[in-house]
């Protein structure tokens, strides 16, 4: 059962802030929500996570809400090499499960 | 960062005949690896986790005696696509970890098999 809900696409003009949706609102009170994205014909790369604080680092913020059954992955300023794939992805710290990965959301950033 | 790395990245081969992709963690002892495989404009698929020294666990509906997956050590781990057909292509991705931590999941950056 997928556990986020993500739009499969959205565009975003050149220089402008993407923000990116995912719904959780299954989420437990101990998983952490994670955020990768994958270019085309790469593999996934980390971007942020975090659990109940809004969350920033030199790639994007996440910002999720008090309730956090939702949260959204904000690119300040895009470019056009943030077009991806961009996977949110809810999961516990620790323990032996992998990452799975739902659809995603592709972003297109256009000049 | 931990790197992981894939051999080889593209691989063209003919149908029937097995081919071999190697996944290496080049700077940390990997406890566990794991294989994906991605269609085209679709998402990564789990399809097995293997921990060195022990038999992979497959995800259900990946056949294992089509996919041998050995991980015969702490930095490689290999998967071997036996009697390649067409519905085989895919963008195969290894990942490979160092801990338990989610954030120890370090990613490969796949290789292509085409099978003609």
């Known amino acids: 059962d997928a556990k986020t809900t993500q739009p499969p696409s959205m565009d975003c003009a050149e220089g402008r802030a993407a923000n990116l949706p995912c719904n959780h609102s299954t989420i437990s009170g101990n998983e952490y929500v994670y955020w990768y994205r994958q270019i085309h014909s790469q593999g996934p790369q980390y971007i942020i996570h975090g659990l109940k604080n809004n969350e920033t680092n030199e790639m994007a913020s996440l910002i999720i809400t008090e309730d956090r059954k939702s949260s959204t992955l904000i690119l300040p300023h895009a470019t056009l090499r943030d077009t991806a794939v961009y996977y949110c992805i809810v999961r516990l710290e620790s323990g032996n499960t992998p990452l799975v990965f739902g659809k995603g959301t592709r972003l297109s950033v256009i000049a | 960062g931990a790197v992981v790395s894939q051999h080889p990245s593209r691989v063209i081969c003919k149908s029937g005949t097995s081919v071999k992709i190697e996944c290496r963690s080049l700077d940390f002892q990997a406890t566990t690896m794991f294989w994906y495989r991605q269609f085209p404009k679709k998402s990564l698929m789990l399809m097995a986790t293997?921990?060195?020294?022990?038999?992979?666990?497959?995800e259900q509906g990946v056949e294992k005696d089509k996919f041998l997956i050995n991980h015969a050590s702490l930095t490689l781990s290999t998967l071997t696509v036996t009697s390649a057909h067409p519905e085989d292509s895919s963008f195969y991705i290894c990942?490979?970890?160092?801990?338990?931590?989610?954030?120890?999941?370090?990613f490969g950056p796949g290789t292509r098999l085409t099978v003609t």
């Open positions: 293997s921990n060195e020294g022990s038999k992979a666990t497959y």
């Open positions: 990942s490979a970890r160092k801990g338990t931590g989610a954030l120890q999941q370090y």
